[in-house]
């Protein structure tokens, strides 16, 4: 079970500040890195090169990944001062769920390459600071083992909509048992993407039998094996391989779903403004506007620089949910600045796992959260709907005078 979820206080970012001083004056040492890129580097050391390569890599050139981060770069906050910032509520609601800050931890799939707890661990640490967790299709732990862990928390489910319909169905229909709350369908991965590092190792995890624990525990997907999964598991990869990726999916399908789940429904991967129009007419309950976090197009727009068309087209209907290249509390104060209402967090929680199993992605989401905190405080802010896109500028372009 999830252990007792502990309260965020409303001044997180000085004391987590005073929480890291005061270990390092009694001796203590820092379970995680603090510094960003020296989390990445602790836990590239921690893991085999082809899964550091898989959680750390993207399409082709990467020329994505570096985009988002650029992006942020060209935004500048526009700090306000003599304000009384000494009390702040950093909280919103999100489909009916009022959570302490507006961060989510992101579907990271095959987690159990990274440790054996995998997302047992990571949502464990999401629910002890009442984070919503989004569990991956292609998780290392099952539907229902990750919900027994979480408890009463909140938690999202993340669909990959392979060929198979109706396996698809079932487990949604499944999460919706397990007490999720939502269906996150992810679009952008149809196909998976060219991606340089897997192909140089020769690493795909699904076909060692990693991340297929919701498949080889569903009732369709067992169905249409000749015999158990555990009697076969070449078996499994095959079949997995055959149904995983569904080039043919289109709008029309949503009615499909919408037919077979109450849960409300997010469609991530949004990056055109008219797609964002088209989600809103078909009905589902919210948007995550994301490219994969760089892994699918190389030489895609930057999640960020999307995020504005998107939010005018929306023109508030639904939520509209941000994800790919956050790594500071400043990205996250951007991202909510330019019209997003949460935030998703990804990579860096991987590299705490990687480190320091659920204490480890507890102390990068406590790092995170003191960080947004003292972005929000020090620019004069005390909750997060006082942020517009007036609040920032753009940076002057290279060679300007």
Not at 139 to 158: L, N, T, Y
Not at 185 to 213: H, I, K, M, S
Not at 262 to 276: N, V
Request: net charge positive; with cysteine; glycine share 10%.
């Amino acid at each position: 079970m999830a252990k007792k979820s502990a309260a965020v206080p409303i001044s997180f970012g000085p004391e987590r500040e005073l929480q890291i001083y005061q270990q390092s004056l009694t001796g203590g040492k820092l379970p995680v890195p603090v510094p960003v890129a020296l989390l990445e580097q602790k836990a590239k050391e921690c893991l085999s090169q082809a899964a550091y390569d898989y959680v750390a890599g993207g399409a082709a050139g990467e020329r994505t990944m570096r985009a988002n981060l650029e992006a942020f770069y060209r935004w500048r906050i526009v700090p306000r001062v003599l304000g009384d910032v000494s009390s702040r509520d950093l909280s919103v609601k999100i489909l009916g769920a009022k959570i302490p800050y507006p961060v989510i931890l992101a579907p990271i799939g095959v987690q159990g390459i990274i440790r054996p707890e995998a997302d047992l661990a990571s949502a464990r640490a999401a629910a002890s600071l009442k984070l919503p967790f989004v569990l991956s299709t292609v998780s290392s732990h099952s539907i229902e083992k990750v919900a027994e862990a979480m408890g009463d928390a909140v938690r999202w489910f993340q669909l990959y909509w392979g060929k198979d319909h109706e396996l698809a169905a079932s487990m949604v229909q499944r999460a919706e048992r397990a007490g999720y709350s939502a269906v996150v369908v992810t679009l952008d991965t149809r196909l998976l993407g060219w991606r340089e590092r897997d192909l140089q190792n020769g690493y795909l995890p699904f076909l060692l039998g990693e991340g297929l624990a919701n498949y080889v525990s569903d009732p369709v997907f067992r169905s249409k094996l000749a015999q158990p999964p555990e009697a076969s598991p070449i078996d499994v990869v095959r079949l997995w391989g055959s149904i995983f990726s569904n080039p043919s999916l289109t709008w029309g399908d949503l009615a499909f779903l919408r037919k077979r789940t109450r849960l409300p429904i997010l469609l991530k991967g949004i990056l055109d403004a008219d797609d964002a129009a088209k989600a809103v007419a078909a009905g589902v309950d919210g948007i995550i506007v994301s490219n994969h976090g760089g892994r699918q197009v190389d030489g895609s727009i930057a999640a960020l620089d999307a995020l504005p068309g998107v939010v005018k087209k929306v023109r508030g209907r639904v939520p509209v949910l941000f994800d790919s290249g956050i790594r500071w509390g400043a990205d996250a104060f951007k991202a909510l600045a330019l019209g997003a209402e949460a935030i998703l967090l990804g990579r860096p929680y991987i590299w705490g796992l990687a480190i320091a199993g659920e204490d480890g992605v507890r102390e990068v989401l406590r790092n995170f959260l003191g960080d947004f905190d003292l972005a929000m405080a020090l620019s004069g802010f005390t909750a997060c709907e006082q942020l517009r896109p007036a609040v920032l500028v753009r940076a002057p372009s290279e060679g300007s005078k």
